[in-house]
């Protein structure tokens, strides 16, 4: 079917191209112009098509909608009708069996009747019998006094008997009627029972036919629902296969964490001996600090290292910065090593110190934490209180210590450029 919409389409295209094209070409003969007027015609057409295709498909969706509409009222309604057929069914079961009842009781009645005829024709005979037999005992009465009350009180029976054998006709009449009103009901309800079989007889071939149209479309349901049964099936085979590789990729991601766990716990052990070594490199630094002092101190210089002058004989001759310099902070310039009073020289004077500190830091084989936390420990031991503060990202020097700490830098800077100048 998709192939024969194809190349009808294609047949479309081919025959508006071609008409197009014949139709440009015969006024102007441009063949470029009529080759352009035919594509265009041909995207036209083509567009025309796909509109009204999905026009069709959208009137087949309705249609097909409809259609489902009216194959469930279909079903209501025979459903409704089977049910009304199985009433009429059962109605026509207990009617059947109310007029074998009935028919049951006539018979009854009409043997009770002949009975009863049976009976009134013996009494008729015996009353002839009596009145034979009356006329005899006229003659013979005098033989019959001895028996005539014997007669009379068989006579009270009699007619006793007799009026009760006309009660029980009379009251048998009044059945009778009864029954006969009964019948002539019955026939009524068989006579509109037959009307109605015969509308139901009308009706069934139409039934039948629209039952054959839905069975048909029953089928074709049933096609589709299996198609998209097989569908579903497959949805749920590549549903388990990716659950199957969720499933993997979870259990990888639970060997990753596991290797990433393991990796963490190396981590911890590598910065614990990392610390272990800081610390032992900022033993090895206080020791070399030490040992530079003690040079200084006794002005012995070393022949890989060059000439420390002590900060306590360059101080003592300035009366300027004995002045300025609180005492506190004047030890404290002794204390502090040059590479820690760049430090605070840089933090003073950039924005943004942390590139300067690091390499110092580099320099000195150390982090830059370390020496923070060096110089703060030096005045917290000299001048009691911390310097720098500590935590920050950028460090910064305390407010109330800016003005000390920028006498301290330029005293060491004189002090850095006198021995040149005497040199």
């Not at 500590?390 to 210590?401: A, S």
Request: hydrophobic content about 35%; aromatic content about 4%; charged content about 25%.
């Amino acid at each position: 079917m998709q192939a024969v919409m194809v190349s009808n389409r294609f047949l479309l295209g081919i025959v508006a191209f071609s008409v197009s094209f014949g139709l440009s070409l015969v006024p102007n003969w441009n063949f470029g112009q009529a080759f352009i007027t035919g594509i265009i015609t041909v995207i036209a057409t083509y567009a025309a098509a796909l509109f009204v295709d999905k026009r069709r498909r959208h009137h087949e969706m309705l249609v097909l909608v409809t259609l489902r509409k009216r194959i469930k009222e279909q079903e209501a309604l025979k459903n409704r009708i089977y049910r009304e057929i199985k009433q009429i069914e059962e109605h026509r079961n207990l009617l059947y069996a109310e007029t074998q009842k009935l028919q049951n009781q006539i018979a009854e009645s009409r043997n009770q009747r002949d009975s009863l005829h049976r009976e009134l024709g013996n009494f008729a005979g015996q009353k002839k019998q009596l009145e034979t037999e009356n006329n005899n005992l006229k003659i013979t009465i005098q033989t019959l006094e001895q028996t005539s009350t014997e007669l009379s009180n068989l006579c009270s029976n009699l007619t006793a008997e007799k009026r009760r054998l006309e009660l029980h006709s009379n009251v048998s009449h009044a059945e009778i009627a009864q029954l006969q009103t009964q019948l002539n009901e019955l026939r009524q309800d068989k006579q509109e029972i037959e009307s109605n079989l015969t509308l139901l007889g009308r009706l069934k071939p139409q039934l039948e036919e629209k039952m054959y149209e839905l069975r048909l479309e029953i089928q074709e349901l049933e096609t589709v629902v299996h198609q998209q049964n097989q569908l579903l099936a497959n949805i749920k085979t590549e549903r388990n296969n990716i659950t199957n590789s969720l499933n993997e990729l979870h259990q990888q991601i639970v060997d990753k964490q596991s290797a990433i766990e393991q990796l963490n716990s190396q981590i911890l052990i590598l910065q614990g001996e990392r610390d272990l070594l800081q610390s032992q490199v900022w033993d090895l630094l206080q020791q070399t600090e030490t040992l530079d002092l003690e040079h200084i101190h006794t002005n012995i210089p070393t022949e890989d290292e060059p000439e420390l002058f002590p900060f306590a004989d360059l101080i003592a001759p300035s009366e300027d910065t004995s002045e300025d310099l609180p005492e506190e902070w004047t030890n404290l310039l002794e204390k502090l090593p040059g590479h820690e009073i760049e430090v605070l020289k840089a933090i003073l004077q950039e924005d943004n110190p942390k590139a300067t500190i690091k390499q110092i830091a580099e320099a000195n084989i150390t982090m830059p934490n370390l020496l923070i936390d060096s110089i703060n420990d030096r005045a917290n031991d000299t001048i009691g209180e911390l310097i720098i503060e500590p935590g920050e990202e950028i460090p910064e020097v305390y407010q109330e210590h800016l003005n000390n700490v920028r006498k301290m830098i330029a005293v060491y800077e004189d002090l850095m450029s006198r021995p040149a100048s005497s040199n």
